[in-house]
């Protein structure tokens, strides 16, 4: 298979060798295989089950759908299959890695009642990476058959004023810029510890004390790696007219990390910050988030802040043709040995798509301008389109990816500051009920720092990907 770049009409380079073009046969053909074995599962059950009813707020963030089998009242189980074919070229802005790979993961999800106000679930999870050139596979491509949540609840999500979780679970608040279950990522991301919901008309406010689970290929994935996260979590629908207020405050200790003075310590972060998301009149929406960070990490002190902004208009409703601009700020680290650590930490987030379909940049030492259109012409189709830029905030500190790990570091002499520009498109359809077919191609073109601190070269990302329910359980 040869994946088209284009940029400006340019048809860019697409072929590959003739191994990559043999894997790329034998992934499609699995695609096909894989689609086909779903979409005749779900037809089958389609026909006997109804639509499902929207979530509220805070129900469980991966219900176990209700089956149509043959099962008692207290039982539920369903099982998902995700499989995803990327081909990123130029990674690394370096024309000599090009890549395509399969990424297979498969979710068993057994939900227990043993009444109305105690209840288990457990999901198991098998990520698997098949034809990555990058060795050994490991996390966030490829961790084999492992326990992925495990918690008890008292009280039931959703309808019981009060419901406390016990033991391995996600969380998600907001748009998950900074507490996300990352399940664009093969593998995704779990919490162990415990977590309080209280609801009420007024406010919902959510309490937790956790700790990350460390997910590593060939052992069982453990928490206690010495990071521990807490914090408060409150939403009020009624404290601004057509809006909802989201303040909270997110405490991170992560254990033996290098202070700028050398040695090792413990770094102690509070994040605390709110996020306004309403409409207005004339089919106008916004959504802002401030968010101011403090801490220490031995002789060091914390002083970073982050922000996002969003403004946009449904101009079609029949169809949701909504138009949007962006801007989403982040501070970085103005010296490397004053004893201030400037650059904001995004802590545990969904980064997928927040700062391009690429995920090439993240929410750390970042100016970055979006405009983009969506729209849902059919019941079944969404499309979208976007054009990004991004600006370092300080030319002394990294270029941060995504996941907010370094991307590229800086380069002696070099003070540009505009890192790039990127083009995407993407679309999701839904098949039948049970299936869906997502796919979306990412184009950047460097800009003048990254053509001094890299190879300079374009990069593309195109993927395609199925999500289908296998089997799902129903009263």
Known sequence: MAFLRRNAGEVLRGTAVAGRAAMHHRVIALTSVLSICAANAAAQQAQTQPAQAPQTPI??????????????????????HR?????????????????????NRFRVDVDVRTSRLLSFHVQG??????????????????????????????????????????????????????VGHVSWSNTARAFDGV??????????????????????????????????????????????????????????????????????GDLTSTT????????????????????????????????????????????????????????????????????V????????????????????IGWRNVHHARAGVEMKPTPKLTLGAGYHSWWRASITDNVYSAPGGILVRPVAGVTATHIGQELDVQGTYTLMPRVQIHGGYAHIIPGAYLEAATPGKNYSFPYVMVTSTILKASK
């Open 59 to 80: 129900q469980r963030p991966n219900p176990v759908p209700a089956t149509s089998q043959r099962l008692p009242q207290w039982l539920r189980v369903g099982v998902e």
């Open 83 to 103: 499989g995803r074919l990327e081909g990123p070229m130029n990674a690394s802005f370096d024309q000599s890695r090009d890549d395509a790979y399969w990424l």
């Open 125 to 178: 999870q098998d990520a698997q990476v098949w034809g990555r050139n990058a060795k050994p596979d490991a996390p966030p491509f490829e961790d084999t058959f492992d326990l992925r949540m495990a918690y008890a609840e008292i009280g039931e999500a959703g309808k019981s004023p009060l419901v406390v979780r016990a033991g391995r679970q996600e969380m998600f608040f907001g748009e998950q810029r900074l």
């Open 195 to 264: 977590r309080a919901m209280v609801a009420r008309p007024a406010f919902r406010l959510d309490g937790f004390v956790t700790s990350l689970v460390a997910v590593r290929e060939g052992e069982f994935n453990r928490s206690g790696q010495g990071e521990a996260f807490h914090g408060l979590y409150a939403a009020l629908p009624k404290l601004v007219p057509s809006a909802v207020v989201e303040p909270y405050v997110l405490v991170k200790h992560v254990e033996s990390l290098v202070p700028e003075s050398g040695g090792r």
């Open 272 to 339: 605390v910050g709110t996020r306004f998301v309403g409409k207005l009149p004339a089919r106008f929406d916004y959504n802002t988030e401030i968010v101011l960070q403090r801490g220490s990490l031995v002789s060091d002190s914390i002083r970073a802040w982050a922000g996002h902004w969003v403004l946009g208009r449904t101009l079609v409703p029949q169809s949701s043709l909504r138009v949007a601009a962006e801007y989403n700020y982040a501070s970085g680290d103005r010296h490397n040995a004053d004893g």
């Open 341 to 360: 650590r400037g650059t904001f930490d995004q802590l545990y987030p969904t980064p997928h798509d927040k700062y391009g379909l690429s995920d090439q």
